[in-house]
């Protein structure tokens, strides 16, 4: 079974452009979930999607939105982009019930400049 | 969510065994206690998750008492890539499974 992949791995912005990021979760896995990793915050939950709908959201600015399509793949966006938001962005899908074995995705390096 | 406190590094030598514990006073009823391993640049990998007693799989073993405040990972055998840093995570076990939070972890390295 394949594993959650990650587009793009890295990606280099400009300070006030907008990003979309994206990420398939492995097959049959409806939850996706999003987090951030910085060296000084470590890793923070963005939000969750179950069936395209948000189950989950962590504290971050509306400049952080992410969506679900119908065959579980997520994207995340983030708009108007800040040197801060330069961090390592995973995606992870969960297994169904009773297990809830969530699976991590290779990541995103996201570099504002 | 219940908030987790492990050391925030370790250290041993390859062919030992390492246990990391983890304190989860807090826990609540629906709870279960995962442990994962992340390699830098690299999304955290899942090791093993448990509700109560013992778990074994292939990779570490996790021991939970009866009261569930505390959890311990153990890895046998450590070697070098065994170097790492490894997070225990208690999250409800019903509808919000998605949403895990991630504390300091505890640095583990293993040395020759």
């Known amino acids: 079974k394949a594993g959650v992949t990650q587009t793009p791995r890295y990606l280099i912005k400009t300070r006030g452009q907008q990003v979309t990021l994206s990420c398939s979760p492995i097959?049959?896995?409806?939850?996706v979930s999003w987090y951030q990793q910085t060296p000084g915050q470590g890793l923070q939950f963005l939000f969750e999607y179950f069936s395209e709908t948000q189950r989950n959201k962590g504290n971050f600015p509306g400049r952080f939105s992410g969506r679900q399509f119908s065959n579980s793949r997520s994207e995340m966006n983030v708009s108007t982009l800040e040197l801060g938001d330069s961090a390592l962005y995973l995606c992870?899908?969960?297994?169904?019930?009773?297990?809830?074995?969530?699976?991590f995705g290779p990541g995103t390096r996201l570099t504002v400049t | 969510l219940a908030k987790t406190t492990q050391p925030i590094s370790m250290d041993s030598y390859e062919g030992q065994e390492v246990n990391i514990t983890c304190s989860h006073n807090n826990i609540a009823t629906n709870d279960y206690i995962t442990w994962y391993q992340q390699f830098p640049s690299q999304g955290p990998r899942f090791i093993i998750q448990g509700y109560k007693t013992k778990v074994t799989n292939e990779v570490a073993s996790l021991f939970i008492p009866a009261d569930r405040k505390s959890s311990t990972l153990s890895l046998p055998r450590v070697s070098l890539s065994d170097t790492a840093v490894y997070y225990c995570l208690v999250g409800e076990g019903s509808s919000n499974t998605g949403k895990l939070i991630f504390g300091q972890g505890t640095t583990l390295q293993v040395k020759p």
């Open positions: 097959s049959g896995h409806r939850s």
């Open positions: 992870a899908s969960t297994s169904d019930p009773p297990l809830y074995e969530q699976y």
